[in-house]
């Protein structure tokens, strides 16, 4: 089963939940992840999945919903957070934030990224200490453009941005581990990063992941099977 992420912000809320386990036996977290991915369809959760890191000790739980405001956003975060009390003795909950997807980019020619269980994913977070986040996503945006068509291996990615603090990410769907480490070894950091955001005093922290679940049951297809050119024609 797949999940797909748009690349526009009209369709869904993007959720990203970080934790850290603190049991030895990871899997045991998972299988809870599990169980909570199918109780959040009683919030409402269209679609769900969890990353694995692949070399640091690490678990994202990712949602889709339904565009929501801001204050039926805070409420449903509440009820997030009061399922997620039965995890406190597995794993500790390091950040929790909506996005909204601006940008992305398909090899399959789809208007979304999609993603199964088994799938490698990389991800950056780029948070700025100075600057305008409007800047900063234009400078996340080039580079993404700049790269993406140069990554041997990459199926898709996506460019967000986060809606309550200065921070932006793009996650990139992958073939294997070995392209994405291939990419990673590959690239010069001065040459190909720099120049876009050495304007910029910045945090930037990445991690590569291992789609250990994915379950996507009601989300309609005209969020994800458009292809690219069609939504626009859709939308005039």
């Given at each position: 089963?797949?999940c797909?992420?748009p690349?526009?912000?009209?369709?869904?809320?993007?959720?990203?939940?970080v934790f850290?386990?603190?049991?030895?036996?990871v899997?045991?977290?998972?299988?809870a992840?599990?169980?909570?991915?199918?109780?959040?369809?009683?919030?409402?959760c269209?679609?769900?999945s969890?990353?694995?890191?692949?070399?640091?000790n690490?678990?994202?739980?990712?949602?889709?919903?339904?565009?929501r405001?801001?204050?039926?956003?805070?409420?449903l975060?509440?009820?997030?957070?009061?399922?997620?009390?039965?995890?406190s003795?597995?794993?500790?909950?390091?950040?929790?934030?909506?996005f909204?997807?601006?940008?992305g980019?398909?090899?399959?020619g789809?208007?979304a990224?999609?993603f199964?269980?088994?799938?490698i994913?990389?991800?950056?977070?780029?948070?700025?200490?100075?600057g305008?986040?409007?800047?900063?996503?234009?400078?996340?945006?080039?580079?993404?453009?700049?790269?993406?068509?140069?990554?041997e291996?990459?199926?898709?990615?996506?460019?967000?941005?986060?809606?309550?603090?200065p921070?932006v990410?793009?996650?990139?769907?992958?073939k294997?581990?070995?392209?994405?480490?291939?990419?990673i070894?590959?690239?010069?950091?001065?040459k190909t990063?720099?120049?876009?955001?050495?304007?910029?005093?910045?945090?930037?922290?990445?991690?590569?992941?291992?789609?250990?679940?994915?379950?996507?049951d009601?989300?309609?297809?005209?969020?994800h099977?458009v292809?690219?050119?069609?939504?626009?024609?859709?939308?005039?």
């Amino acid at each position: 089963m797949a999940c797909y992420l748009p690349f526009n912000n009209r369709n869904l809320d993007i959720s990203f939940f970080v934790f850290r386990p603190t049991v030895v036996v990871v899997e045991e977290l998972v299988e809870a992840l599990k169980h909570f991915c199918i109780c959040t369809q009683t919030l409402g959760c269209l679609q769900t999945s969890i990353f694995r890191s692949i070399h640091g000790n690490m678990i994202i739980w990712y949602g889709a919903w339904t565009k929501r405001s801001r204050e039926n956003k805070e409420i449903l975060t509440s009820a997030i957070l009061s399922m997620l009390t039965n995890l406190s003795s597995m794993a500790i909950l390091i950040e929790h934030s909506f996005f909204d997807t601006y940008a992305g980019d398909s090899r399959e020619g789809s208007s979304a990224a999609k993603f199964c269980t088994g799938d490698i994913i990389f991800m950056n977070i780029t948070s700025p200490s100075t600057g305008d986040i409007n800047d900063l996503s234009y400078a996340n945006l080039a580079l993404f453009r700049d790269r993406f068509l140069k990554m041997e291996g990459a199926i898709s990615g996506v460019c967000l941005k986060c809606q309550t603090i200065p921070r932006v990410s793009s996650l990139i769907v992958w073939k294997s581990l070995q392209y994405c480490y291939t990419w990673i070894l590959n690239s010069d950091y001065r040459k190909t990063i720099l120049p876009y955001l050495d304007r910029f005093k910045l945090e930037i922290r990445y991690d590569i992941f291992r789609v250990v679940y994915a379950c996507n049951d009601h989300v309609p297809n005209s969020i994800h099977l458009v292809p690219n050119g069609e939504e626009e024609k859709m939308n005039m």
